[in-house]
Antibody, heavy 124, light 113 residues
Framework: QVQLQQSGPGLLKPSQTLSLTCAIS??????????WHWVRQSPSRGLEWLGR?????????DYAVSVESRITINPDTSKNQVSLQLSSVIPEDTAVYYC??????????????WGHGTLVTVSS | DIVMTQSPDSLAVSLGERAIINCKSS????????????LGWYQQKPGQPPKLLIY???TRESGVPDRFSGSGSGTDFTLTISSLQAEDVAVYFC?????????FGQGTKLEIK
């Protein structure tokens, strides 16, 4: 059974850096049949895909254009986890942030496991 | 970006009756090399993350009751709940994972009439 355990601060001031961690159990961050995503959800933006990391003989990353100048998603193979960093946050970055696994055997089959979500509030 | 548009935004259905939610993508999500639609349906209850119900537009995820079914191809898709149960009250989302940025519909809130 795959479990994704999220951790990180929930309150930030504008201009600070959001840092969240997603600890993976039941699978490997280096799996050749998975990709690891970050998605956020807010009343104004709905569900918004932020980016992903995955390993296929080497590491790949893709990011949403709306945040690509501020976002970094990194795998940590020693701890079997994936992290999200979003710099220079603004109040509009207030949202519930989720990590999620995309399973890809013969082809992608959607996001089958999700973290519990972390409410991040950006306020001065 | 592929825009996903769901209809209706909200829906009230009597217990035991059928619920139908539609999703339209701004471009096809059918991958021609394997004839699979890269379209998923998710259920989200308050305070919980989304839960995958259907992938490849019509394949039910393990453990999902068979009253949930998906259909459609290309740009037009439907999620059907054949006989609404009280535990089905939730918000439902479609998602395309054909190409990044992966995008979601705005959600359909399903309630009991």
């Amino acid at each position: 059974q795959v479990q994704l355990q999220q951790s990180g601060p929930g309150l930030l001031k504008p201009s600070q850096t959001l840092s969240l961690t997603c600890a993976i159990s039941g699978d490997s961050v280096s799996s050749n049949t998975a990709a690891w995503h970050w998605v956020r959800q807010s009343p104004s933006r709905g569900l918004e895909w932020l980016g992903r990391t995955y390993y296929r003989s080497k590491w790949y990353n893709d990011y949403a254009v709306s945040v690509e100048s501020r976002i970094t998603i990194n795998p940590d193979t020693s701890k079997n986890q994936v992290s999200l960093q979003l710099s220079s946050v603004i109040p509009e970055d207030t949202a519930v942030y989720y990590c999620s696994r995309e399973i890809r055997y013969s082809s992608s089959s959607g996001f089958d496991y999700w973290g519990h979500g972390t409410l991040v509030t950006v306020s001065s | 970006d592929i825009v996903m548009t769901q209809s209706p935004d909200s829906l009230a259905v009597s217990l035991g009756e059928r619920a139908i939610i539609n999703c339209k993508s701004s471009q096809s999500v059918l991958y021609s090399s394997n004839n699979k639609n890269y379209l998923g349906w998710y259920q989200q209850k308050p305070g919980q993350p989304p839960k995958l119900l259907i992938y490849w537009a019509s394949t039910r995820e393990s453990g999902v009751p068979d009253r949930f079914s998906g259909s459609g191809s290309g740009t037009d898709f439907t999620l059907t709940i054949s006989s609404l149960q009280a535990e089905d009250v939730a918000v439902y989302f479609c998602q395309q994972y054909y190409t990044t940025p992966y995008t979601f519909g705005q959600g359909t809130k399903l309630e009991i009439k």
